[in-house]
């Protein structure tokens, strides 16, 4: 920490790699706990904070949502007890990783078709803006 202290927003969220707007974000929805004030009403966090706010930024960047990330720091502070429930969440957070994965490679293999189609003549005979304009003419339904 760089003083006694202890960290302000700004410094939680350069070394979390998140910004403040997030910070309070987590804190409102009860993420993150309401932290301690200065004198001057300023946020100050302590070390076992930011590694709160490092874990909750590395689970939102493997794709668990909120409410399982909000269970996840829940069975953490019980070390003891089984992890069924964390391998439950973690499968569940891989399935809707997967299924967004292939609605990426389906959306992706359009555009190469859309762009593949393209003549590269006029916008009122581009084959790209017909197929944005008329959504039937899509081969991939993503909505």
Do not use: W
Not at 8 to 25: E, F
Not at 61 to 74: A, H, K, M, P, V
Not at 77 to 94: E, G, Y
């Amino acid at each position: 920490m760089p003083d006694t202290q202890g960290l302000s927003i700004g410094q939680m969220g350069a070394l979390a790699g998140c910004k403040v707007q997030t910070i309070r974000y987590y804190e409102e929805i009860g993420l993150m706990p309401e932290p301690v004030r200065t004198g001057g009403n300023q946020r100050r966090y302590a070390s076992g904070d930011l590694e709160r706010l490092r874990f909750i930024r590395h689970a939102r960047q493997l794709g668990f949502d909120i409410g399982s990330i909000r269970e996840l720091l829940q069975l953490a502070s019980d070390p003891n007890q089984s992890c069924a429930t964390v391998d439950t969440l973690a499968h569940k957070t891989l399935e809707r990783v997967e299924r967004r994965r292939r609605q990426l490679e389906a959306l992706g293999r359009e555009l190469e078709r859309m762009i593949a189609q393209c003549k590269g003549g006029r916008v009122g005979q581009c084959r790209i803006i017909e197929v944005l304009a008329d959504h039937e003419l899509c081969e991939t339904d993503h909505q």
